[in-house]
């Protein structure tokens, strides 16, 4: 049967207190009803349920296979979901999946949807050690579901019910375009509840089939910032154990943070406090110290990074040491066994192999050759203040410390630059090219206070 996915995604979150809507908030660095859209994206066709701050979630998913569906009232799940309705294939099978509930599996979705083929309902349950908050099952002495009490109109008895509603479910499009018109609002919190279709369903004779999930962790919603900062520690301690399952040699499970993909080689080493943004993928016996970023990078095999280093955009070539203390910024190409040491900068640039940058330069737009030394200090002008340029350094060259290299312009293979360089045209290969002024003596200067000292002894 045809499945379609509604993602309720209208809500305010007012609990988050936040101007940004509640499921644009990020879990490990991707907003939480993006997870929702990535985990069932080829299920089926999806609905997203747009209200509160609309224009941001659509923007949000504007390059994603979705269509949108606006509430313009938030009144309820229920209300929500009816407003999706009218798009939905009525001989079709709904998913509805809640864009604040991040953490749940393809398999889990598929276990419900499985459920309503076989023509129940399927609703996503759990049992948890703190309950406050959710909708209670109710079942009746056989043990079938036969309804859900949301908190605020629980009874004393049905608040310490353990097992509760995660809010996923799959019903028959034809059961929601029944029951829906059906909801009524009259309730504590005056909202059209999604929930009360349960008891549609079980006083219909449609059999409700509760899947009970195993790990609160998966089914978890976010309401407020402690939450979000809850799941986002489960979240990465999961990754955490990935990586050490892999391989890898983790300090700290609590102290490294994956916003993204990372991809490892054997024998890596990730030392306390790293952070890696977007795809990043580490060869073989890579080394990684404290107080690192890497964000969308490559990492060749045997790269040692030192403490505190940035690197974005980067590709890094076997046996490079970068760092501490150095920034590598997109379009940076590092050759194999190059170096890049403290406080250096570079953009754009290619350093080749077995070249050294190693102390307080910055490198941006440039192709730099191989076995090069660029002493420390040195920098290339690449902006005009309109337009960027390119510097060249051939092969094997040498620049002495704190020179200036003002773009465009080629350094030849095995040239030689005298230290305090500043140099706007092309420097010949070979030999020693010098810009700098000469030193000048002046024998017999006296420095003003000399000057007044010496009067004030002649006067006394
Ligand atoms: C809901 C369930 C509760 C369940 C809990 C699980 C109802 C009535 N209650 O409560 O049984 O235990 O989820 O996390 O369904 N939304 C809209 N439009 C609206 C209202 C909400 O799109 O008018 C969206 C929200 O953006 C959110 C989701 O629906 O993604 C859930 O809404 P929320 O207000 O968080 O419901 P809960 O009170 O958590
Ligand atoms: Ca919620």
């Known amino acids: 049967m045809n499945v379609e996915i509604v993602v309720l995604a209208a809500g305010k979150g007012s609990r988050m207190k936040s101007k940004l809507p509640k499921v644009l908030h990020r879990l490990a660095g991707k907003a939480l009803a993006e997870h929702v859209v990535d985990t069932v994206e080829g299920l089926g066709k999806i609905h997203l349920v747009v209200g509160h701050g609309a224009n941001q979630v659509e923007d949000h998913f504007s390059e994603r296979a979705v269509s949108f569906v606006t509430q313009t009232e938030q009144l309820g799940t229920g209300h929500a979901v009816a407003q999706a309705m009218?798009?939905?294939?009525?001989?079709?099978?709904?998913?509805?999946?809640?864009?604040?509930?991040?953490?749940?599996?393809?398999?889990?979705?598929?276990?419900?949807?499985?459920?309503?083929?076989?023509?129940?309902?399927?609703?996503?349950?759990?049992?948890?050690?703190d309950p406050t908050g959710y909708g209670r099952i109710i079942r009746d002495e056989r043990g079938n579901v036969v309804g859900i009490v949301e908190q605020k109109e629980a009874t004393i008895e049905e608040l310490s019910i353990d097992e509760v509603n995660?809010?996923?479910?799959?019903?028959?499009?034809?059961?929601?375009?029944?029951?829906?018109?059906?909801?009524?609002?009259?309730?504590?919190?005056?909202?059209?509840?999604?929930?009360?279709?349960?008891?549609?369903?079980?006083?219909?004779?449609?059999?409700?089939?509760?899947?009970?999930?195993?790990?609160?962790?998966?089914?978890?919603?976010?309401?407020?910032?402690?939450?979000?900062?809850?799941?986002?520690?489960?979240?990465?301690?999961?990754?955490?154990?990935?990586?050490?399952?892999?391989?890898?040699?983790?300090?700290?499970?609590?102290?490294?943070?994956?916003?993204?993909?990372?991809?490892?080689?054997q024998d890596v080493f990730l030392d306390a406090n790293i952070l890696f943004e977007g795809l990043v993928v580490l060869g073989d016996d890579v080394q990684i110290a404290p107080g690192c970023v890497i964000r969308n990078?490559?990492?060749?095999?045997?790269?040692?990074?030192?403490?505190?280093?940035?690197?974005?955009?980067?590709?890094?070539?076997?046996?490079?040491?970068?760092?501490?203390?150095?920034?590598?910024?997109?379009?940076?190409?590092?050759?194999?066994?190059?170096?890049?040491?403290?406080?250096?900068?570079?953009?754009?640039?290619?350093?080749?192999?077995?070249?050294k940058v190693n102390h307080l330069s910055y490198i941006g737009d440039a192709e730099v050759g191989r076995k090069v030394n660029v002493g420390a200090g040195s920098i290339t002008c690449n902006y005009d203040g309109v337009k960027k340029h390119t510097t060249h350094i051939g092969d094997e060259a040498f620049i002495g410390s704190n020179s200036t290299l003002i773009a465009p312009i080629n350094v030849g293979d095995n040239a030689f630059v005298g230290a305090g360089s500043t140099l706007s045209k092309n420097v010949p290969a070979q030999d020693l090219t010098i810009a700098r002024a000469e030193a000048k003596t002046i024998t017999g200067w006296q420095s003003p206070l000399v000057k007044a000292q010496k009067a004030e002894a002649s006067e006394s």
């Open 166 to 265: 995660t809010g996923l479910m799959a019903v028959k499009a034809k059961y929601l375009n029944e029951w829906l018109p059906k909801l009524s609002a009259a309730n504590s919190k005056g909202e059209y509840y999604l929930t009360d279709i349960i008891s549609m369903a079980s006083n219909n004779g449609v059999k409700v089939t509760a899947m009970m999930g195993r790990d609160e962790k998966e089914v978890a919603g976010i309401n407020n910032k402690e939450q979000l900062a809850v799941m986002e520690r489960a979240w990465q301690l999961r990754e955490a154990r990935r990586l050490m399952q892999a391989g890898a040699t983790v300090i700290d499970p609590a102290r490294i943070d994956v916003r993204g993909t990372l991809k490892i080689g």
């Open 86 to 129: 009218p798009n939905v294939d009525p001989e079709s099978i709904v998913l509805i999946c809640y864009g604040d509930v991040p953490g749940v599996r393809r398999e889990t979705y598929e276990g419900l949807i499985a459920i309503a083929e076989h023509g129940d309902v399927g609703l996503l349950t759990i049992r948890i050690k």
């Open 297 to 355: 990078s490559v990492i060749g095999n045997g790269v040692i990074i030192k403490p505190n280093t940035v690197i974005d955009g980067a590709t890094i070539g076997d046996d490079v040491s970068v760092g501490p203390f150095a920034r590598i910024r997109p379009g940076t190409v590092l050759a194999p066994d190059a170096q890049v040491g403290n406080f250096v900068e570079v953009k754009n640039a290619t350093i080749g192999q077995a070249s």
